[in-house]
C-alpha cells in the first residue's frame, strides 16, 4: 500500500489548513460519529472544556472552525474533547547525546494516517510535527528545542478528557521547557491512557504517564513503550510487542549510549519495528528529534526525509507499506 505524506507550511490557519481540512473531513466525521452522535459532547460543553483546560488555544480554535465551515458536528471534532477511543503502538526513547536526541517510531494503520508534517506559528511560536485530527500532534518540536512524543499507555480505560494529540500541540504553542510542559501534562484531562516523553533543549527529559482516572506520573525514564508501569491490558501487550521493545530499548541505550547513529538504525528494524499492518500496528516511521540543531529527520528502512525547522521546505513522499485490509476488517 501507498501513502503519500505531505509537508506543508502556514504560519497561520489559512488555505492550506482548510484545504487539508477538505481532504480528510469525510473519514474523520465517520469516525467521530461512529457510536453515534449523542455520544459525543455537545459544542458548548466542548468549547467551555477548551476555555477552561487549554484557553490560550482558543483563537486558534474558532479560526479553524470558520475555515471548516462553522458547523456544529465540525467544531465538536475539532474540540478534541472526549473523541471515540482509539490505540496506537510506538516506542520512543531519549538518547542522552551529545547532543540529546528524541528517537521515536509511529506504530499504526496506514490506512488511518493522515500523513501530514505541519509547520506553523499559530501562536507567535514556530511549531513542526507530524499532524493527527487535523491539529494534534503525535510527535513536534518548537523553536526554543522543546520535544514531544507519545505513546499509547495499554489501558482500556476512557474518561472524561481531550484527545492527547490536542495536548502535545497545546504544549509546543505555549511552553519551553520540559519543566512546562510536566505541569500542563499534570492537569489538563486526557481521555485515555498515553506515555509522553519530553525533551527540552538543556537536555533534560520526562516521561509523565497520563491517565484520566488516576493521577499523572512523571519518571526519569528515558524509555517507554505501550504499558504504564506493568501491563493492564495484556492482549494488547501481546499484539504489539510492548515488553520486548521495552527491553530492547534499555539495552540500545546502553550498547549504543556512544553511537547515535546505531541507536537510531535499531529503531528500523525488529523488535522496535514492527510489520504488523494486518493488525493496525505496523511501524509508519522512525522520527528524529535534534533540540539543539532544530533538525527533523523521517526514517524508513530505505529512505529519509529530512528537515529543519528554520529552513522547512514544503514537499511530498511516497511510502510503500506492505499490503493491509480495508477499514472494516481493522474494526473486527
Known sequence: MERLIQAISEPLPGPKWQSLFRYHWSAYRRWFLSEGVTER?????????????????????????????????????????????????????????????????????????????????????????????????????????????????????????????????????????????????????????????????????????????????????????NHQQEVEWHQHARATATLEREQALQLYLKRYRDDSHRMIRAFLRPPLHSDAYRRGFGTLYTAVYNPHSLELTYLWPHDSWFMSLRAFVEGTRSVQFPHVPDALELLH
Open 41 to 225: 459532547p455537545l459544542y458548548l460543553s466542548s468549547r467551555r472544556a477548551l476555555a477552561k483546560h487549554m484557553p490560550e488555544l482558543l483563537p486558534t480554535y474558532e479560526r479553524l472552525v470558520e475555515l471548516a465551515g462553522g458547523s456544529d458536528i465540525a467544531a465538536r471534532f475539532l474540540s478534541l474533547y472526549r473523541p471515540p477511543a482509539y490505540m496506537r503502538g510506538c516506542s520512543q526513547a531519549v538518547w542522552s547525546g551529545p547532543p540529546p536526541l528524541l528517537i521515536r517510531n509511529y506504530d499504526y494503520s496506514p490506512q488511518l494516517f493522515e500523513g501530514t508534517v505541519f509547520h506553523s506559528a499559530w501562536n507567535g511560536r514556530i511549531v513542526v510535527g507530524t499532524g493527527d485530527c487535523l491539529w494534534g500532534l503525535v510527535d513536534g518540536m518548537n523553536e526554543d528545542g522543546l520535544v514531544l512524543s507519545l505513546s499509547f499507555g495499554g489501558r482500556r480505560t476512557v474518561g472524561k478528557g481531550f484527545g492527547v494529540p490536542l495536548l502535545l500541540r497545546y504544549i509546543l504553542e505555549f511552553c519551553t521547557t520540559a519543566k512546562e510542559s510536566v505541569e500542563v501534562l499534570s492537569h489538563v484531562p486526557t481521555h485515555m491512557s498515553y506515555n509522553v516523553t519530553v525533551l527540552d533543549r538543556s537536555g533534560v527529559f520526562k516521561t509523565v504517564f497520563i491517565a484520566p482516572d488516576r493521577k499523572p506520573l512523571v519518571q526519569d525514564v528515558a524509555f517507554t513503550t
